[in-house]
């Protein structure tokens, strides 16, 4: 998912210099407010190699008071650190009450470069997950507050900063050779980076995902989201109120991170190349279908959209060539009452497919961080903590061995109108567009925030989410079959090699 | 620790009666209101083979409305099962709001019988620990009350039970080979119920340990439970007051569980066998010493116990023969400013040995859970949730390859008073007694109430408790010596194994 972050935001230089002078001067305050309140602090920047990590931390530290804080470079373990548990040095630099820790890298080492470097088995990265995310929530229920910042720049931004690193003698030394191979293997590692967010990214110690292309823009995001976690600390520690997990603020705004702004909805495709692709997916997926059912790979399809995206027609292409005895499309509205009665995932849950048999939802599980978090159709805790419950489903639905795949049907506001009155405008059509959807429309921007959050923290290795670029239907259609296929194909390839 | 659970419990039958129909009484009242409530309920019963299930479970619904609750008995699964994800056929069966299912047997059999039967490879043993506390904790967070209770015989008790099913031919087949297997394997299996527990007692679907031999008291015990916790429930949710995992109650009073209880106190030796035993077990330890130096093996060692009841003598013995630059004793006092200014984990972290060293501490991180918890030096939530805290701890070191041992040194209440006495009378040893240690000893049921509850949390496979009883010193110093060897002759055994 990440590289579906636009990394090129940036903003005025005259307005980003002016923010960041008062944001300097609030968190000069702040970080003298905290030592009084004596609140412990540990601010951790991970990244990937030449995002910045050192000139940012420098630009942080510049208003606080330098006796109020103390910045550790985490590098390699030393001979004597080595001889102990892995997460003993860290402990050894916990703050005290009323101080500041800043880490240039930190324990995550271990899960990104060296894992990368040394190629440490599956087992003892899971496992360092589960230490490190008890690790964070230890200090937080002790009252350390833990903000965690990760820069990330593209492959060709890097190289770029690299290959200028490497043009002096004076600066060339900066790049390692891990640094050229993980630059070289650069989606091999972003696939490390996305795993160690998902895994760690918890509510008491969430990640803020830095855009750090634009170097201003970047100090910007970073001191913000450093004084709004420190004022909210304060504001809650000096009225007595209790610190809450679900409340703790997370960036906003101008700051929301986006998946959606950088997805290119120009593609596009003719209806001749169309009609011809379209006839050998279906014909190769028609084919696929027995063989899962031979190999008894269980397959999961969600489908998700802006109104008028494009669902039902994909939804179709998908199934038209199919053996209805192994295939059920689930359609997903308001719960009924009996559903209501239950747990929420339940209805989902009895739905899913078993081994051999493929289910495709219209419209999913995912409607509890949509339109129930727009609608307050659930309380604000409620469908914060679903990120993590989706998860754990997907997660135990696919360790025993299912495909899930997960599709975004995009287009813009425009097309999307473009449609709604075509709708309108086809007898045949009219019964598909209601004065709901109008009014769904005008809420396209709460939408879209709600949707950001959604791909971000529900994008797995194990159930990633695919944005179709839907303007042009063909090309989304295609898309949609293709990717089915390929992940399929994959699995069924997998299978094949284990047994 | 299930093996020190003292299962001679019982009562006076009268008063048994009486309860049991007064609790009956309370549960059919309680069990229509939790129906107009909406509440919706899932009661697990596990234990081991001829524990009682089935008869307490009859026992339990008989005062209930019988339209109001389901009763699943699970066993292997079918064939339709086994093609859906594990989780997915408890899915199917969570009650509607206002519900009770109550399982014999239940998620837990991957982890408990499936596991000895089938050998399941600990990784996916461990995966399903995590799925089953996800599986728990969403449907806690999504309103559903989960009471889990655990029955336990003794390995002689089940044998009796079994011999008089097989008698007869009517009884015979509820004997399975599984069953004759797991009597005759019975540590083996303990050990694997013992995991189950440590890994599943979560704050959110706690276990209650029932002690099943005495089939009244157990049905006391169980109606009991699940009374409380339904009365919590609706209390809370009538007065619309949030539900909070730390407060959930658990058993107290006379059914608290007694580790303690079941330690034979009369163990001795006499002075001869003691000095030639010492002097064996000194001269192996200093050898063996050496061994985890060359081994890179570091040794942990805490000291609990009741004041005076001979830490200080046993830590002079484990250490009088080992080279000073390999070990330290690290004394735990009331923390320091500087200690007081960082989690409280932190002064046992920074100590925590390095390779081939030995760190012993007398008194430890333990005394979060004892002396803070009595003495309300912290909020009970915070040594609630310590008990995990300190299991991750210690699995952390333990996982980085540390042998760790823990130690309660046991005397009773009468020996106590002998040793303090004697100190007063003694000039040499009048040092060691002061006024708070007597008021400390007022105290003595509280402890005993903590103590018993710690032991049974925090005794884990990694890093388990060892009981010794010390009203006779030579035997006690004798026995940490023993286990302290055999520990460390066990993994410098399975460490050459795997060089």
Redesign the interface.
């Known amino acids: 998912m990440l590289e579906k972050v636009d990394l090129s935001k940036t903003m005025n230089k005259k307005e980003l210099k002016a923010i960041l002078k008062q944001e300097g001067e609030k968190l000069s305050v702040l970080q003298r407010a905290c030592r009084t309140s004596?609140i412990?602090v540990m601010i951790v920047f991970e990244g990937l190699g030449a995002a910045g990590k050192g000139t940012q931390i420098n630009r942080l530290i510049q208003p606080m008071d330098p006796r109020g804080f103390v910045v550790y470079s985490i590098d390699e373990e030393t001979k004597?650190e080595k001889?102990?548990?892995?997460?003993?040095r860290f402990?050894?630099k916990?703050p005290?009450?009323?101080k500041i820790a800043i880490f240039d890298r930190s324990w995550y080492r271990r899960v990104l470069t060296e894992r990368f470097d040394h190629h440490i088995p599956d087992?003892e990265i899971q496992?360092t997950f589960q230490?490190i995310r008890?690790f964070e929530e230890?200090?937080f229920?002790?009252g350390?507050v833990i903000i965690k910042l990760f820069l990330y720049i593209s492959k060709e931004e890097q190289k770029k900063r690299f290959d200028k690193l490497l043009e002096q003698k004076e600066t060339a030394w900066r790049v390692s050779e891990g640094d050229k191979k993980r630059n070289k293997e650069f989606k091999k590692y972003l696939k490390y980076n996305e795993e160690m967010l998902q895994q760690t990214d918890t509510d008491f110690a969430p990640w803020t995902i830095i855009e750090a292309t634009d170097k201003d823009y970047a100090a910007v995001k970073i001191i913000s989201a450093v004084r709004s976690r420190l004022q909210y600390e304060l504001d809650k520690r000096t009225q007595n109120q209790p610190i809450k997990k679900e409340e703790i603020p997370t960036a906003s705004g101008q700051f929301q991170l986006g998946a959606l702004s950088g997805v290119d909805l120009e593609k596009s495709m003719d209806r001749e190349t169309y009609k011809e692709k379209m006839d050998k997916l279906q014909k190769r997926l028609e084919f696929l279908h027995s063989e899962i059912y031979r190999l008894?790979i269980?397959v999961v399809l969600g489908f998700e959209g802006w109104d008028a995206g494009g669902k039902g027609g994909a939804i179709k292409r998908l199934t038209s060539h199919l053996d209805p005895r192994g295939y059920a499309v689930h359609p997903t509205q308001a719960p009924n009452d009996?559903e209501k009665?239950?747990?929420?995932?339940?209805r989902f849950?009895?739905n899913?497919p078993?081994?051999?048999h493929i289910a495709i939802f219209d419209r999913t599980w995912y409607g509890r961080v949509m339109v129930e978090r727009i609608e307050g159709f659930c309380q604000e805790e409620?469908w914060k903590?679903a990120y993590q419950?989706i998860n754990?489903m997907e997660r135990?639905?696919a360790?025993?061995g299912?495909v899930i795949l997960k599709f975004w049907m995009h287009i813009d506001k425009e097309e999307q109108k473009r449609r709604f009155l075509e709708r309108q405008n086809t007898p045949s059509k009219q019964w598909k567009i209601t004065d709901e959807d109008w009014r769904n429309r005008e809420k396209w921007e709460q939408y879209e925030v709600a949707v950001n959050e959604m791909l971000l923290r529900t994008s797995t290795t194990y159930a990633p989410w695919i944005i179709v670029e839907g303007n042009n239907k063909y090309f989304a259609r295609v898309k949609v079959l293709e990717s089915v296929i390929q992940a399929i194909e994959e699995r069924i390839k997998s299978v094949k090699e284990t047994e």
Chains 1, 2 share one sequence.
């Open positions: 004596q412990p004597e001889r102990h548990p892995y997460l003993w402990w050894n916990i005290e009450n009323g087992k496992e230490d008890s230890q200090l229920d002790g350390y008894q269980p009996i009665a239950h747990h929420y995932l339940w849950w009895i899913m078993k081994n051999g409620e903590r419950e754990q135990h639905i360790n025993s299912a």
